[in-house]
């Protein structure tokens, strides 16, 4: 005995240019019929919050899939699974497709090579396709757009909920974030983890998607833009609070990475703060009450 419930939906070609775009959603549980095997053309996030069962590989492998669990379909790559008949499981699935994939494969939020994905914990992603079945009701005026913005959130939902992702960050890119602004090469930051740069250039890739170099300069530019932004610190000492000895080589790199000059930033982007920015991350959901004199 099973239960199910299911809506598709055909995006717009304007809505495909959203880079992203969901295609269905679909919320089962029980002792569901075997899938497959098959190929589909679009990519399906098949969450498991309970029970168990098996995944069988192109190649015949079976797999067992305990919950909390994520089975990733990839387009052109047959695939068959079913739930144990004795105890079945529950399932909510979330069809989609568009170029953003391929970006997502790359940075390895989307894993083809790895289609049964061990989770800490699956409610995160439930709540997230929750809210896609609340938006797939008849007659809403911004069902694409809503369900497009909610498989980008799904998709970071899962790289997070990841049992190979440590919640509370990697000791990696900690340390790297810690350091970013000392004048270190890549080398460098390998030798202080006892790693080589190519096992370093590995693990950021795994968890950030991008070069350990990258990585540092996402940081330097983001701390820049905030001085430039939030103080009246000339360009030059910007550049070396955020690790450029060089003032020229800053402004070129800032220029070429950001595409506008730093003195022209601060032009569009200045908020003198007096003290400078405030290193506290504020509570959107609870911001503090702004008292106001009566005249």
């Known amino acids: 005995m ?5 809506r598709f939906f055909t995006p717009s ?35 498991i919050s309970s029970g168990s069962g098996w995944y ?34 529950d399932e909510g699935f979330v069809n989609f497709t568009g170029p953003a994939t391929a970006t997502y494969t790359e940075l390895g939020y989307l894993e083809p090579d790895r289609p049964v994905v061990p989770l800490t914990d699956a409610r995160p992603a439930r709540a997230v396709i929750g809210r896609i079945t609340r938006a797939a009701r008849r007659g809403n005026p911004l069902l694409e757009v809503e369900t497009a913005a909610a498989v980008h959130e799904l998709l970071v939902v899962l790289r997070r909920a990841r049992a190979d992702t440590n919640a509370d960050g990697d000791p990696v890119l900690d340390a790297l974030a810690r350091d970013a602004f000392q004048p270190l090469t890549v080398a460098e930051h390998a030798a202080r983890h006892g790693m080589t740069p190519a096992e370093l250039r590995t ?3 795994r968890t950030a998607g991008c070069s350990p170099k990258d990585y ?9 833009k905030e001085l430039l932004a939030a103080t009246d610190l000339p360009v030059a000492a910007v550049a070396r609070r955020v690790g450029y000895d060089d003032p020229a080589y800053f402004s070129r790199l800032f220029t070429r990475r950001v595409g506008t000059a730093p003195v022209r930033f601060r032009e569009q982007q200045g908020h003198t703060v007096p003290g400078g920015w405030s290193e506290r991350v504020p509570d959107a959901e609870h911001p503090p009450t702004v008292i106001t004199g009566h005249v």
């Open 2 to 6: 099973y239960h199910t419930w299911m």
């Open 203 to 205: 693990a950021v890739r």
């Open 13 to 47: 070609p304007l809505h495909q240019r959203l880079g992203l775009v969901c295609l269905g959603v679909g919320l089962q549980h029980g002792a569901l019929p075997t899938v497959g095997p098959r190929t589909l053309d679009h990519h399906v996030a098949v969450v």
């Open 56 to 89: 069988r590989t192109p190649d015949g492998r079976r797999t067992t899939v305990t919950a909390p669990a994520l089975l990733w379909l990839t387009p052109g790559v047959p695939h068959h699974y079913a739930p144990d008949p004795a105890t079945g499981w």
């Open 216 to 224: 540092l300069l996402a940081i330097r530019l983001g701390r820049a």
